[in-house]
C-alpha cells in the first residue's frame, strides 16, 4: 500500500510536469504554425494528462464534489518526488519526436505522409498512431473511448453554420479596429507589420482561402495551392494606399466568400481538397483555418489600436507581446 502511493506520487508529479511541458510546446508550434508537428505535442500532452488524473484518483484526493470544495479551501498540498525526465520517455513518442526534428532541421512541418492521425486513450493513456485498433493493446477500452487528434480537425471544430457566422462578423470588427485612427497611425508599423498592412494581408489570404474553397466544391480532391499562399511580406504595398479602399477591399473578397458558401449543403461541406501539410481535408478545415488565422490578426490588431490609443506620444517604442504575434511562418 505505502508503496503503491508512492509510485502514485511520483506517476502525480511526472506526468503533471510532462503535461505542462508538451501542453506549452504545442502552444508555441501553434503560434509558428507547424501543426503536425503541435498535434505530436497535444497528444503527448493529453498522455500525460490521462496517467496523472489516474494517478490523483489513485491517491484517493477525489471524492464527492462537497468533498473536494473543502479539499480546495484547505489547500491540497500534494508531496513532491524526484521524477526523472518526463518527456520523450516511451518509444513512440521518441518516435514522433525525431520525425519533428528532421523536418524541421529542413525549415519545415512534418508533411502529411510523414505523420497519421494520432489518438490517446482515455483510460490508460497509450499514445496510437493510425488507424485506430478496435480495442485499446494496454486496456482493452474500445476505440470510441479513444481522444482523436487528427490533421481533419486540427485547424478547430467549428461546423457550417458557425463558419459563416464567424467569417461574416469580420469586416465590421476591421472598421471598428480603425476607426477614428489617422493615417500616421494606420500605416506606422509595430513588429514590423502596420494595421494597412495585416488588413490588405487578411484581403489576399481571403482570395487564397475562396479560390481553395471553390476548387473543393468544383473538382474531386483537388490538390490545395499551398506552397505560396501571399504572406505578410508581400503585404508591404498596402500602406501607400487609402485605408478606406483597403477595407472596402476585403469587404468586398468576403462578401464574394460568402455568397460561395451560403446555403451549402453538408455533403458539399464534407468535400475534400488534398493539401501537402494536412493530407485529404473538408472544406470544413478551411472554414476553420481562414478563422483560425484572422483571429490571430484580429487580436494583433486590437492590442495595436488599444497601445496607439494609449500612448501615441511614444509611437517608435511599442513593441507587442510576443504571444500577440501569430506567426513567424504563413506557409500553410
Ligand atoms: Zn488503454
Redesign the pocket.
Known sequence: MMIDQEENRRTLCSMSLGYTAYHVWAIQARRERRYNIARIFEASSCVKRVRAERAFQGLGEVGSTGENTSRALDGLEPHTVATGPVTGTSSISRDLLSRATRALAEGRDLNADEIGDLYV?S????LLEGDPPDV??????VREGFLPFRAAESMGNLGPYSIVRKIEQTPATLRAIVEGLSDEQLTHRVDKHSLKELIGHLADMDVVFRERAWLILETDNPRLPSAHPPTLARAAGYNTQKIADIVDAFQTSRQQTLSLLRGLTPAAWHRTGYHVIFGSIPLTHQGNWVINHELGHLIQMAQIRHDLLQKHEGLGQMKLPSNLIPEIFEGE
Do not use: L, N, V, Y
Not at 123 to 126: A, W
Open positions: 486513450c483510460i490508460c493513456g497509450e485499446c493493446f494496454t486496456c482493452g477500452t
